[in-house]
């Protein structure tokens, strides 16, 4: 029996773990699921060999099938990615294309993770003739695998320009740079006709991009409006939302330009300062907007700045921006975009409904400062009568009693009259500045419809241009095959330029809508509590004049 017994199979040692190759299988794997030793690649590189040697030569593990369940299709490392992510903070750094050797596994380390470590050394000419040449990917372990590449220091003075810069996205705030802007003093300067108010404006800011530290400058009113200028055509087309300046008014400036002295029109020329003191600091808060060069010199040159153009009223150019925004409007009217974002027809609802009861709530502010002036008046008005009875009472009590309401009561005209002025500027103007800024939230609004319009009226231009060349084929027309063929290229560069140049907006519109909204929700809650507190201080100066008067009042026989 054991004479009839089959001999074992024999055992191939030198093939034993290995495989063969399946058809159409990729064997120059990019992201070491197969892994090549460096001795094995070197002999790659200096003699050619055949596909039947080559499968001998493949060490194909346990590692290669451990790395191909952990990732359902293959990494890509066409790029560096800029980031090396740790997991929770800890990092053990490894350099795959360094030159010398990997350290060995630990103890219990196995085989197939041995495999896994093994990186084949790849030198080209893309980093050069050395492996030395090559930039440094430091690959860190964590639950997600990143890279970063030490990028080559810039020339001083040379400014990147980031995608995010040209493409007009909002990059991340800075929280750890501050900027406060104030404006302490206003000028008049000239006579007659000639004459206009400047505005000291003191800027104090750690910001980096600024030259200085604490900056002075004096600037007109229309220094402000070309700013905003400046600041619209640069953004606006991005999806920027620009805060709107202060609005002109020719009866305050008529006032300046006729009253001998600054006492005339003092009250103008303070809602203006406060309205620009406002104006600046809205575009200080905005991350992309304090960074641009026009508003970085508004802030520091000393000098004069270049006239603005087009800013007058009454000039040639203010007549052609009204007649623009007129032709804006009828434009709003007569085209309906097709919206298909959901999240785009909520907003504008949002944004109309906003904008109606902001509105109706300003008319209301101003009725309560107009009354509260009015009662501030009335309560002098008293004040003064009640001083005239007491002098002519004869009771000596009763006068002394008269005298000291009359100066309750011009106490309360005072704290009145301080009230309407916090009412106006705490309150309204806020009120006032928000209706403004809904105004720029609609510009945006506006901007994507007219790049929608842009690319839609392209496509039907490129369809077009695509049917007169099929007419022409069809009539064997060949001579201005060649121009008609230019065209519709050119008209594809523009239909997806338009579509691009759409996109974008939308995407930018969705970042300033939501930054606008958290600024809005901020800014609300401040000026409540301002207010609120105001309203109290006030209230309580007004019972401490009348608990003063009530002993006097006591006294009375």
């Given amino acids: 029996m054991a004479d009839e017994r089959e001999p074992p199979p024999l055992i191939d040692t030198q093939n034993e773990g290995k495989r063969e190759i399946e058809e159409d299988e990729d064997i120059f794997l990019s992201d070491s699921k197969e892994l090549i030793s460096n001795k094995h690649y070197e002999k790659l590189q200096n003699e050619k060999i055949d596909s039947t040697k080559l499968q001998d030569d493949l060490l194909i593990g346990d590692a290669a099938s451990e790395l191909k369940s952990e990732s359902a299709e293959p990494e890509k490392l066409d790029h560096f990615v800029e980031s090396a992510v740790a997991d929770n903070g ?21 085989p197939s993770t041995e495999k896994a470590n093994k990186v084949p050394k790849k030198p080209g000419p893309l980093f050069g003739n050395t492996l030395d040449d090559a930039p440094k990917v430091v690959v860190t372990e964590s639950s997600t695998t990143y890279a970063t590449v030490n990028k080559p220091s810039l020339p001083s003075g040379f400014h990147h320009t980031s995608r995010k810069e040209l493409a007009g996205a909002e990059p991340e705030e800075d929280t750890n740079h501050r900027i406060d802007i104030r404006i302490t003093e206003t000028k008049k300067v000239g006579d007659g006709m000639n004459a206009y108010v400047v505005y000291k404006v003191c800027t104090k800011t750690s910001i980096p991009g600024f030259r200085r530290r604490e900056m002075e400058v004096f600037r007109r009113f229309s220094d402000f409006l070309g700013l905003r200028d400046k600041l619209a055509e640069k953004h606006l087309h991005f999806g920027v939302i620009i805060p709107p300046p202060p609005e002109k008014s020719l009866i305050g400036m008529a006032k300046i330009k006729v009253s001998k002295d600054e006492s005339g029109s003092m009250d103008f020329v303070e809602q203006r300062r406060a309205a620009l003191e406002r104006f600046l600091n809205r575009i200080a808060q905005h991350p992309v907007l304090r960074g641009d060069p026009s508003f970085v010199d508004f802030l520091e040159l000393e000098s004069d700045l270049p006239k603005a153009t087009g800013t007058s009223a009454l000039s040639g150019a203010g007549f052609l921006r009204l007649f623009n925004r007129v032709g804006d409007t009828i434009g709003k009217i007569a085209y309906k975009m097709d919206e298909t974002d959901q999240w785009f027809e909520e907003k504008t609802q949002q944004i109309e409904t906003l904008d109606a009861q902001l509105g109706m709530l300003h008319s209301s502010l101003e009725t309560l400062v107009d009354s509260r002036k009015e009662l501030a008046q009335s309560k002098g008005i008293l004040a003064k009568s009640v001083m005239l009875l007491g002098a002519s009472e004869e009771n000596p ?116 809508v939501k930054r606008f909204e958290t600024q809005r929700c901020k800014d609300l809650k401040r000026i409540v509590i301002a207010y609120l507190e105001s309203l109290l201080n006030h209230e309580q100066q007004v019972v401490r004049h009348w608990e003063g008067f009530l002993p006097e009042a006591q006294q009375i026989i």
């Avoid at 800890?90 to 030159?99: G, P, Y």
């Fill in 90 to 110: 800890s990092t053990t750094n490894r350099d795959v294309f360094s030159a010398s050797r990997p350290k060995s596994p630990p103890a219990s380390s196995t």
């Fill in 397 to 512: 009590a009763l006068s002394s009693a008269l005298s000291q309401l009359a100066d309750v009561e011009e106490h309360l005209d005072r704290v009145y009259e301080v009230q309407a002025d916090d009412d106006f500027y705490i309150f309204a103007e806020f009120v006032k500045d928000y209706v403004g800024l809904l105004q720029s939230v609609k510009d945006i609004f506006h901007e994507r419809i007219k790049l929608y319009k842009i690319w839609k009226d392209s496509e039907v231009t490129l369809a077009k241009k695509r049917e007169t060349k099929v007419r022409m084929e069809l009539a064997h027309k060949t001579d201005k095959m060649q121009e008609a063929t230019r065209e519709i290229a050119e008209w594809e560069l523009n239909v997806d330029k338009s579509q691009q140049d759409f996109e974008r907006i939308s995407k930018n519109i969705h970042k300033e």
